[in-house]
Nanobody, 119 residues
Framework: QVQLVESGGGLVQPGGSLRLSCAVS????????MGWYRQAPGKQRVLVAI???????NYADSVKGRFTISRDNAKNTGYLQMNSLNPEDTAVYYC?????????????WGQGTQVTVSS
């Protein structure tokens, strides 16, 4: 069984920073891409950032220059460094991982972590 566990969310003042982590546990898998999504109250879940096997990255326009996605393949962990946060960044943040396991492709999701930007 593969599980994704997120951590690092919380309450931060505007202009502050947070670092989210997404640890993938289990066995017999190879992670291809990892991504971060967010869902604000009353809105759809949207892509924030994604990182591929070759460490290529893509960001939503709203976070370019402020957020950085990275991964540590040895630890099967992904990260989202968020700087210059503003209230519009308030949402539940979800990580996902696309991976191969026993010859099949899967996408797994974490449980979500709340990020609240408020003074």
């Amino acid at each position: 069984q593969v599980q994704l566990v997120e951590s690092g969310g919380g309450l931060v003042q505007p202009g502050g920073s947070l670092r989210l982590s997404c640890a993938v546990s289990g066995s017999d898998f190879v992670i291809t891409s990892m991504g971060w999504y967010r869902q604000a109250p009353g809105k759809q879940r949207v892509l924030v950032a994604i990182i591929s096997t070759s460490d290529g990255t893509n960001y939503a326009d709203s976070v370019k220059g402020r957020f950085t996605i990275s991964r540590d393949n040895a630890k099967n962990t992904g990260y989202l460094q968020m700087n210059s946060l503003n209230p519009e960044d308030t949402a539940v943040y979800y990580c996902n991982a696309d991976l191969f396991r026993r010859g099949r492709a899967y996408r797994y999701w974490g449980q979500g972590t709340q990020v609240t930007v408020s003074s």
